[in-house]
């Protein structure tokens, strides 16, 4: 069911763009403003979209099969990729999995058989490197639609490496996006089964629910059994980009024993993932060995899963990393699927008390020195930042980190202000990324209320969504990105016009807003009434706005605004126009 | 049922002061940290807290009578006030309410005959008055004792008029509270009937909930029948001030109709709430005639409901506020009885198109000229601020603010950071609160997720609250306040350590923690467990930073420090540090 069944008023559009781009958008049909509010059309209101496919009612999706490969031809008719091989069938894949799918065991997955493109030999195919030799392709062209932008601003982006085009050629389904700070703040959504808890099935559910409420990237987590399975169907299914963080599978494949990890095995758990289509992975390349006693006294430790994994083995051999020695290799890889780097902060703070210490900061640095390698080889980078965040040392971590990292894309984790709210870890966090979402950040990786607690189930998808997309919009309008706050104000206007249908379609979360009003007033009348149930029809302080509006219409505001010379005689006519209020009701 | 049968390990607890000062105190006990993280008690912690006798197990409540007088003694020992009659009937008083009460109309309401108390001729009565003739009484003691600083701090800030104390001589129930932005961080819960829906019943159970929940302070905004007894009902019930906006029950005495309001009638209004307790009260006297056509062509008009009350009487009969021409006379009424003005933002911004606009800040102008006019009756005096404003204009707001109204305490709707979230008010302004509470705002007036929608239910007060306490406390972690950030490190010690009770128990809400937790793990055992479901037991990295510890600890951090020298026969006794991990699960 896409969401136009649910509310009219809702449907699913498409700009066109060169290259036969065709960008899905959301459009808000308005009704009139009418009555004593005027008398004038309200356009409609195009948003930004990122439920693909499965928002689409023209599209009939089956998720045993995928949806389709809308970038197949682009990727395909650049001539720069090679088919390597086809999808091997889950059971036999390196990861071991079960083969498992939503239907049961007996059923086929989707992407079997599917040939496997990489770079052909001696090529790049990322779009950092189209973009380094002034190319404009397809994949910017749709940016540039999507974001309103001229696609020159787009490649300029790219090629200094302040945005990335997430990419990879093996998953063609996904609907090009950008990340950066000159664009429109992103969201990211983690899923993900564990060893304790959830199915395949729940988490492609998960995947579809995410794009749904505004996710611009998922990134699957899955650790436990069935990762290999699990991700296939997740990036068959998925129109937004899939980062991953290859470390959970590879320490898997040792039995949960960071020690056996070698860079071999990581290598190749990274080839197979990108053999899936991811199209980035999240890299603690920076957790390096002279780091991991600056944490020996924080409060919290390490708090990364990735980090942790890469400090103990770091201990274990008293060696330096070999995500960090053999850096050039991975980014060798990255380059031939377009996949991009997150580079991961296996350092980054877990509560107030370890902010912006010696061992962030020495990370960072190393962040930053992997960034300019990485765009040595033409390979996109995305930085990851914390964590736990007092508010006063939010703007700190992305000022830094935009210097450290010559203006590469920041990406992070919240931060949270505060370590006194599990259950409530969306709201924590959702305050430190609207303030370093303003400050420059480019993507926010939403926080569940689950945060700390347990995995997120569908409801802490959707608040977490609900709550980063908030954080993330705040941000737009604040830097005065363009046309954020139209959104705003047509939404505004609505309210103030009593206009509620439209008012509920521009909201976030139409379902919500609806509800919520019809709890204390169900009749469709009300949907209408000039009213609501906070003052009731008595009065309404809106009404009265509009009376002074009204008031100075009749007259021109040079001569309301002479008011203060106290004019007696004036106040007769508005005490009719006053009168007029309570007869309506 | 108190707090203290559900969570065992949390307790009410007293701090004992001076002047037979004793202080509620909610103590969180905290189990000792053991096996591999150590071996060391863990002290209490001792938590501000806000239910009064309704957290108390040792106190038996009777609604129907009201909680105890504590006050009394201190007010009646000063010599200064008298009594000028006792306690209407409900049903005769001036509101014209009915008289009904939770058990039925039959039952008699609380406070009724009780005396009714003001200044003696010639007195004033305020702790502003107190304060700057160099006084520290008992309420500014338990006050000092409640944040943990002087008492002769506590007199000074309320002698300059940078913190109130509200206090009426006739809420004597009340347990004296401070707002100041040297203070900690306060919160406002908003409640009350309208005409549409809610019971007096409902209400006096949302006062209770409210304070249970983190309220500093309740504002009572009934409208409708019954104001009077709906107000007698939570003022002899609460624990906290509670503050109103007498021109909506003025308006209700008139009809509904603007131009029918008079000072006189609404003078009497006030005596009316002041007589029955009202510790401070919102009074738009900043609406002045010439900034009404200020308003004309913003995007949502005059938002406030008070402010669109007068700004309907001064057009209606062109004539300058009555409220601002004899804003003397009200100061004389709030002095005999210590009513603290709340000066109205009555040309707030109702839209993030209309923040920072000449209306709002033409009638800041006006609010610290006002301010000054308040002092000088030695009337205590905080100051309302907005809205809904874009973040990267919050700051401005208390800046601005606390440079016109020369540092009187500056007391904030949220603000509302977008206006694109219907449904989930609570976090679009949760951000602008952290933001404005960082920069200096005193106290934080909650919105819930009704906020344009409906009146708050029940569970709208909590997850307001939660999120305002939420954004308060990271406002003073952000400030440093001395202490705030105290309870964030016990309970991330507690989470490092899998001490998941004390977790629970230093949250916010231990209620919801607790039941995360247990939707994924619902075994006891899961409590003690050292994993959670996010990892599962096969990998933690909690358990990781535990070895780094452990690995610092045996060989001495200098030598650690110098692990980059790169020894490799030291990594040995890591690796068998590391295996005790995996033996453990």
Not at 323 to 347: H, K, N, P, Q, W
Request: proline fraction near 6%.
């Amino acid at each position: 069911m896409s969401i136009d069944d649910v509310h009219p008023g809702i449907s699913r559009a498409h700009i066109d763009g060169p290259d036969g781009v065709r960008v899905p958008i959301t459009r808000v049909a308005l009704t009139a403003t009418s009555g004593r509010f005027g008398d004038e059309p309200n356009d409609p209101v195009e948003l930004y979209t990122t439920s693909g496919p499965h928002g689409d009612p023209d599209v009939e999706i089956d998720l045993a099969r995928g949806i389709a490969a809308v970038r197949e031809t682009w990727v395909r008719d650049r001539g720069d990729v090679v088919e390597v091989g086809s999808a091997r069938p889950y059971a036999a894949g390196p990861a071991a999995g079960t083969r498992q799918s939503p239907a049961g065991p007996a059923t086929a997955g989707p992407g079997e058989g599917r040939p496997i493109l990489r770079a052909a030999p001696g090529r790049n195919v990322t779009q950092l490197h189209y973009a380094r030799r002034g190319e404009t392709t397809p994949e910017m062209a749709y940016v540039a639609a999507r974001e309103g932008v001229e696609p020159e601003t787009v490649r300029a982006a790219i090629a200094s490496g302040r945005a990335i085009l997430p990419n990879n050629v093996n998953h063609l389904e996904s609907e090009p996006m950008v990340i950066g700070r000159d664009f429109v703040t992103k969201v990211n959504a983690n899923i993900g089964t564990s060893a304790v808890t959830s199915s395949i099935e729940e988490e492609v559910d998960k995947l579809v629910w995410a794009c749904r409420w505004g996710a611009d990237n998922v990134m699957d987590l899955s650790t436990g059994a069935h990762i290999h399975p699990t991700r296939e169907w997740l990036i068959r299914n998925s129109p937004v980009p899939i980062g991953t963080v290859p470390i959970y599978q590879a320490l898997e494949k040792v039995g949960n024993q960071p020690e056996e990890l070698t860079f071999e095995l990581f290598r190749d758990t990274v080839v197979e993932q990108a053999e899936q289509g991811v199209d980035y992975m999240t890299i603690h390349a920076g957790v390096r060995l002279p780091y991991v006693p600056m944490a020996a006294n924080r409060v919290t430790g390490i708090v990364s899963r990735g980090g942790s994994i890469m400090a103990a083995w770091c201990l274990a051999h008293h060696r330096e990393s070999f995500l960090y020695e053999r850096f050039d290799e991975l980014c060798e890889i990255f380059a031939a699927y377009d996949v991009a780097f997150s580079l991961g902060d296996g350092m980054r703070p877990g509560s107030v008390a370890d902010a912006n210490d010696e061992a962030q900061f020495a990370e960072l640095d190393t962040l930053g020195e992997l960034t300019r390698r990485a765009w040595e080889h033409d390979v996109q980078v995305m930085v990851e930042g914390p964590g736990h965040v007092p508010l006063d040392k939010v703007v700190e971590n992305v000022t830094r980190q935009q210097q450290v990292c010559d203006g590469a894309p920041f990406y992070t984790l919240g931060p949270l202000v505060t370590d006194i709210a599990p259950g409530y870890d969306h709201i924590t966090s959702g305050i430190g990324a609207a303030v370093i979402g303003m400050a420059g950040t480019a993507m926010l990786c939403y926080v569940t209320p689950k945060e700390h607690l347990g995995l997120p189930g569908r409801d802490d998808v959707k608040q977490g969504l609900i709550t980063y997309r908030i954080a993330a919009h705040a941000a737009d309008v604040a830097k005065g990105h363009p046309g954020a706050q139209r959104r705003d104000d047509a939404l505004s206007k609505a309210r103030f016009e009593f206009r509620w249908e439209d008012q509920f379609n521009l909201s976030l979360d139409p379902d919500t807003a609806r509800a919520m009003h019809d709890e204390s007033l169900p009749a469709p009348a009300a949907k209408t009434a000039h009213f609501c149930s906070m003052c009731g029809p008595g009065f309404c302080s809106m009404r009265i706005s509009q009376d002074v509006r009204e008031y100075a219409a009749e007259r021109g505001l040079d001569e309301v605004e002479a008011l203060h010379v106290g004019m007696e005689e004036k106040a007769e006519e508005f005490r009719r126009l006053g009168g007029r209020l309570y007869v309506e009701t």
